[in-house]
């Protein structure tokens, strides 16, 4: 083929492809404009994942009517003259690629007008194609409507997953948007239900709430740091308080949100051997530093900069995290009664029969076990145990009130009782979806309030949920009311049951139907297995070591971790440098 230059729609599509690239990229350039023209109310329409509809209102400053066609041209903007503007940028916008990119994949309305006209402007652009455009009655401020995202991409729209998906992307992106800016007021409706609402009063504390949820919120330590020209303020959690992914660790750098490996890393540092492998802090960090310092200039996105001293900056985020790390006195580990305190969860106190069953755990156990009916010391009296690979063990005691002490044929076993309870409920409630998990009906219904990631996350799943014994339903936004629970879980908090569901997972996560139900019964079972720092009564010892006992895998929890040490009668020997002795003696 000879060499060409590209017709312009091509190019601007080649250029779009770099600056949009899913339906929260729009939302993310279109926030920055409005955040660039100085708004204070933002708000954001959302249908159908952003595939149908993105529509963005602001009270900024307006475009002038006769300026709007160039908004709309690339490479066109208000907000720098010369290259060396790039080094002093203060705006969140400045490649004046935004507008044209959206206009050439989609179809888009402008709508806006500046304070010192009383008549504002409307201009339609189809494809990269202006349609129409002519004077209109509005109020000061600017609306973008954009519909039918990549109509004229099709293989674009092929790469974006699922409406689920998209949609989270979006929730994130304006949560954080408005928890950096939480002097704005933000406003998100996604197929006409509330995902997020902020009222502009500058507490962010209460927009992390709608972030993670009131009881992560309040754990987050506060992070300050200030030096002659450098300022670093936010959130970390505390060391008991992780993720498995870094995704929650999120950098702002003079109001852009950025994502860079670096700062992650220099965080990590901070937190240093506090903190288990694989595991990670939950963080929202707000880096203010001299525009001169920033090259903002390194990604069609923006979503990467560069730092003049990167190192000094690292070190900047270490002090700053270390501090807030040390400043932090830990405190006991937030308790059930103390949340059932607590007004906004006030709902989920069940009837008085129920919380006599509140000891549940222990309760569960012998409930469920019975006493013990075998002749113990008689091992012909045992039935032979089915498939688990255990032999019999006679539980002795407990230790530490989490590790039960047993005997068997070949020595000592120490069994992690939480974990053996894990695997105990796990088994049973696999065994029973095989025909219909039992219910068992709350007395009261509880009600849920969730952030909205989690919960769009839960109504994506409460058909799954609800086949596994929960009744659980939709219940206002965010909110979800739980009228039962699987019977095998009586006793168990019926919120928290519900809310690990939902917890902790990984954003793109979309496993197999097969697999979400083991995986969810997995995660239920660990949220209500008995505690370790629960004292068993020996009833209740033998009871969990008999029902382990009959496990199908007994050795392991769901989740992979042992339940048990072997100590054989040979190790001990040796341990105590009686091997061989026997034959002496
Ligand atoms: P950039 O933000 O990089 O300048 P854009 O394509 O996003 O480029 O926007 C082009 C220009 O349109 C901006 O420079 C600004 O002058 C104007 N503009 C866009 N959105 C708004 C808005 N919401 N309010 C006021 N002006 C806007
Ligand atoms: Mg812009």
Redesign the pocket.
């Known amino acids: 083929m000879p060499i060409r230059i590209l017709a312009d729609e091509v190019a601007s599509q080649i250029a779009a492809g770099e600056v949009i690239e899913r339906p929260a990229s729009v939302v993310k ?2 926030l ?3 955040l ?2 100085g ?1 204070s109310k933002i708000d954001i329409r959302i249908e159908q994942a952003g595939r149908r509809l993105i529509e963005i209102s ?1 009270d ?4 002038a009517y006769d300026e709007m066609p160039l ?1 709309l041209a690339r490479h ?4 720098l003259q010369t290259a060396d503007d790039l080094f002093h940028i203060r ?10 990119s959206i206009g050439s994949v989609s179809r888009a309305t402008l709508i ?1 007008q500046v304070r010192e006209v009383n008549l504002g402007g409307r201009i339609r652009v189809e494809g990269g194609k202006i349609l129409t455009s002519e004077h209109t009655g509005a109020s000061v ?2 609306v ?1 409507r954009v519909e039918d995202l990549f109509y004229n991409v099709p293989a674009r729209l092929k790469f974006l997953k699922t409406d689920q998906t998209e949609r989270n992307q979006i929730n994130n992106l304006v949560t954080r948007y408005a928890l950096a800016y939480s002097q704005v007021r933000f406003r998100l409706v996604q197929d006409g239900k509330l995902a997020l609402q902020t009222n502009g009063n500058n507490d962010r504390r209460e927009i992390l709430t709608q972030l993670y949820g009131i009881e992560i919120a309040r754990q987050m330590l506060e992070v300050t740091l200030e030096d002659a020209d450098s300022k670093i303020s936010g959130f970390i959690s505390p060391v008991g308080l992780t993720r498995s992914n870094r995704r929650e660790m999120t950098f702002f750098v003079n109001g852009r949100w950025v994502s860079d490996p670096a700062l992650s890393s220099a965080m990590l540092q901070a937190y240093h051997t506090l903190l288990m492998v694989g595991r990670y802090p939950l963080a929202v960090l707000f880096i203010d530093l001299a525009p001169e310092e920033v090259d903002v200039n390194v990604h069609p996105a923006k979503a990467e900069v560069r730092f003049r001293s990167p190192d000094a900056v690292f070190s900047l985020v270490q002090r700053a995290v270390k501090r807030a790390l040390l400043a932090y006195s830990p405190t006991p580990q937030i308790s059930t009664t103390y949340w059932q305190t607590t007004p906004s969860t006030q709902t989920h106190l069940v009837d008085p029969a129920w919380e006599m069953a509140g000891d549940l755990q222990g309760q569960d156990l012998t409930q469920f076990y019975g006493p013990d009916s075998t002749a113990e010391n008689d091992p012909q009296a045992q039935p032979a145990l089915p498939s688990g690979e255990l032999p019999l063990l006679r539980p002795i005691g407990q230790v530490g009130a989490a590790y039960l002490v047993a005997e068997g044929p070949d020595g000592l076993y120490l069994i992690d009782q939480h974990a053996a309870h894990e695997r105990v409920l796990f088994e049973r409630l696999m065994r029973q979806r095989e025909k219909t998990i039992p219910a068992q009906h709350l007395l009261k219904p509880v009600t849920l309030q969730l952030p909205p990631a989690a919960a769009l996350l839960l109504s994506g799943q409460l058909a799954i949920l609800n086949s596994l014994g929960f009744q659980v339903e939709d219940f206002g936004p965010n909110t979800f009311r739980i009228r039962a629970i699987p019977a095998i879980l009586i006793g168990a908090d019926p919120e928290a049951a519900v809310r690990v569901v939902v917890e902790d997972f990984e954003e793109d996560e979309m496993p197999l139907q097969t697999e979400i139900e083991e995986r969810i019964i997995a995660r239920v079972c660990k949220r209500v297995a008995v505690k370790a720092g629960k004292t068993l009564s020996m009833d209740e010892q033998k009871a969990l070591v008999r029902d382990l006992e009959n496990c199908q895998s007994p050795r392991t929890c769901p989740h992979g971790r042992p339940t048990m040490i072997h100590l054989s009668v040979d190790l001990l020997e040796r341990q105590f440098g009686r091997r061989g002795a026997r034959n002496l003696s």
């Open positions: 350039e279109l920055e404009n409005a660039d023209a708004a602001d900024g400053a307006g475009i908004a066109a903007t208000s907000k705006s969140l916008g400045f490649r004046g690629e935004a507008l044209a806006s401020g600017t973008v």
